[in-house]
T-cell receptor
């Protein structure tokens, strides 16, 4: 089982739609969670951190469910410019100290007219 | 504010050739990382550094070496390039990840093809 799993999509949605992505992780001791956005042939960029109580940033809402070990991202009122790949990222501790980030393979979103 | 800068942006090598990818950051970050990204695989950590003069292996270190002689620079070397190393390479940096929620900042990638 992959440490971080995402549905690769693509999710094709009309402009203005609401779309949700889920991500599951296998390490119950994971500490921090993020959503990154990656445009085609570009570098990943931090979209938002995910907090235990859930958090919102404009049209974007992130949720964390530690009991079920999944993270979600909700995008409301989708824009054409939201078309991208969304990467789920989990930070976990490693033996001997320190920690590591594990990236999901990403979920592709295509917003259409 | 340049952030994280990678050079070169594109390169084509022949099997067996060597090269060095340079990453530079101007954010005074302690941690630096090299990843490779392949279709369907996500980003995989090659090597990382927790500070000047220190390096450590990541998930897929074989065939690569790294050096962190200066805090702002992290070099990734391929001693004898192989076609399996054809990939997009990303460098990233961050403050100490001991602080909860510290994000990584990425360079815009190096596209490397090995023929």
């Amino acid at each position: 089982r992959k440490e971080v799993e995402q549905d690769p999509g693509p999710f094709n949605v009309p402009e203005g739609a609401t779309v949700a992505f889920n991500c599951t992780y296998s390490n119950s001791a994971s500490q921090s969670f993020f959503w990154y956005r990656q445009d085609c042939r570009k570098e990943p960029k931090l979209l938002m951190s995910v907090y235990s109580s859930g958090n919102e940033d404009g049209r974007f809402t992130a949720q964390l469910n530690r009991a079920s070990q999944y993270i979600s991202l909700l995008i409301r009122d989708s824009k054409l410019s939201d078309s991208a790949t969304y990467l789920c990222v989990v930070k976990s501790g490693v033996t001997g100290g320190g920690n590591k980030l594990t990236f999901g393979t990403g979920t592709q979103l295509k917003v259409e007219l | 504010n340049a952030g994280v800068t990678q050079t070169p942006k594109f390169r084509v090598l022949k099997t067996g050739q060597s090269m060095t990818l340079l990453c530079a950051q101007d954010m005074n970050h302690e941690y630096m990382y090299w990843y490779r990204q392949d279709p369907g695989m996500g980003l995989r950590l090659i090597h990382y550094s927790v500070g000047e003069g220190t390096t450590a292996k990541g998930e897929v270190p074989d065939g690569y070496n790294v050096s962190r002689l200066k805090k702002q620079n992290f070099l990734l070397g391929l001693e004898s390039a192989a076609p399996s190393q054809t990939s997009v390479y990303f460098c990233a940096s961050s403050y100490s990840p001991g602080a909860r929620g510290q994000p990584q900042h990425f360079g815009d990638g190096t596209r490397l093809s090995i023929l």
